[in-house]
């Protein structure tokens, strides 16, 4: 009995500091430096038209969430490459922007994404996936890195299923006609 209250002493004066050392790293753990929020959903669905490009626009804010100044810009694009993007348009380009501790953007576009008009080569409905990060403009280091997304459908109308049944009975119909008065050619001759 006394080696097991050894035991059991060693593993608690051995598990109290390295605990206090845990939680001491922990609390200087800190969050990301800059929050990107939308405003609007970052999970966006988007029609493509015929004629005209599509226009998906994504707003929202960035904030600050230290005790200094940071400088930075937002850069990103769609990953992997997604045929049916036009062009993507960050919100803060280069040389970027300084926000003071604890201040926001305000709302602003985070970004503007341009789709192509339907082109029956590309395969459509699919999704494009959309990386926004937050970069040192003097490094070129992310630090803040955020995701969306655009569910990409067709507009273009396509046939229904009833449009399509009734089209295949029509042809069949013709083709037993047909096949009839084949038929009753033959015996004639």
């Known amino acids: 009995m006394d080696c097991f209250r050894q035991v059991f002493r060693c593993f608690l004066y051995g598990s109290g500091p390295t605990a206090l050392l845990l939680a001491i790293l922990s609390s200087m753990a800190q969050a990301d430096s800059l929050s990107i929020v ?5 999970n966006q669905t988007a029609a493509v038209q015929q004629n005209a490009f599509t226009v ?7 904030t600050n969430n230290t005790a ?6 937002l850069t990103g694009g769609p990953q992997p490459f997604e045929p049916y993007v036009a062009s993507f348009q960050n919100g803060i380009g280069y040389p970027g922007i300084t926000l ?6 305000g709302t ?12 029956p080569s590309l395969t459509y409905p699919g999704t494009v996936n959309i990386v926004l990060q ?24 396509e046939p229904s299923a009833l449009v399509l049944l009734l089209g295949a009975f029509v042809g069949l119909v013709g083709a037993a006609r047909n096949g009839l008065s084949l038929r009753s050619k033959s015996r004639r001759q």
């Open 134 to 157: 937050a970069i040192n403009p003097g490094t070129g280091n992310a630090f803040t890195e955020n995701d969306a997304s655009i569910r990409v459908l067709s507009s273009v109308p």
């Open 38 to 42: 939308y405003d609007v959903s970052q």
């Open 68 to 73: 200094a100044p940071i400088t930075f810009q």
């Open 56 to 62: 998906v626009t994504f707003t929202g804010s960035v």
């Open 108 to 119: 602003i576009d985070l970004a503007i994404v341009r789709l192509q008009f339907f082109d």
């Open 100 to 105: 003071g501790a604890g201040q926001s953007t």
